[in-house]
């Protein structure tokens, strides 16, 4: 009877985490994934908008899955890209959801884009000629370098692009124009639920989807001055990577108090910010948000390049981090299920989100917090 006792403990040792730990949607769903690249036009700003669509569509084996929203159409997420990426960038998550059954939609944005940082690059390289044309007139050698890897100069860029109203001000304008097109787009509209939409971003792109959730920002006099707001009413729940906190982005202590939908914050206990900002800087976004639901996941060993599929964080010089691998699954679990359950309002993900589920992987790779309105009224 001991040893039978013994064998009962070390099996329970061994199922309970494994009991614990259900995956959400962790891999491919009953979907296959058409892509195509299209550019939009904006006559109002006179701005082309290049747009990545990824389409689901049904398997000739399988039958359509139920609960999508409005029958025959598909849920409409946005995916919003970070400083100096593309439409290209995302694609991990944006087939992911797509595969569950969301159209998703990745823009570029002109001005904060691969073009855009491509362009600086090829002005610093104008700019050294010019420093050392001199220096090889006079002794045919060239001009000392300072920053011989550039790092100061990408850095002055990651500011200059980040506090450049016009950024600012077409990001979240970006995201209201994909939905006003699809609204009537003729290959768009028939499949496309705006009824069902959700906004997710890294980095840049997190700001961006915070914006349309309802975050104010305060922008210079001339260009519309303080509290501006870009809320985008169609929005139902945002997914924010790597999310910016005060002092950055016109974002001040009081920025937050106008989100009016529940929001994700994925970041990563290396995922440090701006100007050598330590990680817990990105949780203030989470922490000063108040009267709407609210979840944050810090996940251990992520990096600021965790996140994106853009060359691992090629601006402030960070890799992906080790176990990327499981990151990944992580990240695409916690956002499809973050979807499903709020603009979607799936039952079964909304429980999967309030449980452990996530917080007991890999020996708690994954910090969970919430904040509830509704549950705990006494906790902003």
């Known amino acids: ?134 220096a090889l007139r006079r002794n045919r050698e060239p001009a000392p370098n300072h920053d011989p890897e550039g790092r100061q100069e990408l850095m002055e860029y990651l500011k200059d692009s980040t506090s450049d109203p016009d950024n600012l001000r077409d990001r979240p304008r970006d995201i209201t124009f994909v939905l006003d097109h699809v609204a009537k787009d003729e290959k768009l509209s028939p499949v496309a639920d705006l009824t069902h939409v959700g906004v997710m971003g890294h980095s840049f792109g997190a700001y961006t989807a915070f914006a349309v959730a309802g975050m104010t920002i305060d922008l210079p006099d001339e260009n519309g001055g303080p509290n501006q707001s870009f809320r985008d009413e169609r929005v139902k729940a945002v997914v924010a990577m790597s999310p910016q906190g005060v002092g950055v982005m016109g974002i001040t202590a009081k920025s937050w108090d106008k989100v009016a939908i529940p929001v994700l914050s994925l970041t990563g206990t290396k995922d440090y910010g701006q100007n050598a900002r330590a990680a817990a800087w990105r949780r203030e976004a989470f922490d000063s948000t108040k009267g709407v639901p609210a979840m944050l996941v810090v996940i251990r060993d992520a990096t600021h390049g965790t996140f994106s599929d853009f060359a691992g964080g090629r601006l402030t010089g960070e890799s992906s981090g080790k176990d990327h691998a499981k990151h990944i699954r992580y990240i695409k679990m916690v956002t499809t299920a973050y979807f499903d359950a709020n603009v979607l309002g799936h039952q079964g993900a909304s429980n999967w989100l309030k449980s452990d589920n996530l917080s007991t992987f890999d020996d708690g790779a994954c910090a969970v917090e919430r904040k509830d309105p509704a549950a705990d009224p006494g906790r902003n």
């Open 1 to 134: 009877m001991k040893h039978l006792h013994w064998i009962v403990l070390a099996l329970t040792a061994l199922l309970s985490p494994s009991l614990a730990q259900e995956a959400y949607k962790d891999t491919l769903g009953d979907y296959k994934v058409s892509q195509r690249d299209e550019t939009w036009r904006d006559e109002a700003r006179k701005r082309d908008v290049p747009v990545r669509i990824y389409t689901p569509t049904i398997k000739e084996e399988s039958p359509e899955p139920a609960g999508r929203g409005k029958p025959g159409k598909f849920p409409v997420i946005v995916y919003s890209h970070g400083l100096g990426g593309s439409r290209e960038v995302g694609a991990y998550l944006a087939k992911h959801l797509a595969s569950h059954g969301y159209l998703v939609i990745s823009p570029t944005h002109a001005g904060s884009d691969t073009e855009a940082l491509r362009e600086r690059a090829r002005e610093r390289v104008r700019e050294n000629i010019r420093e050392r044309r001199p």
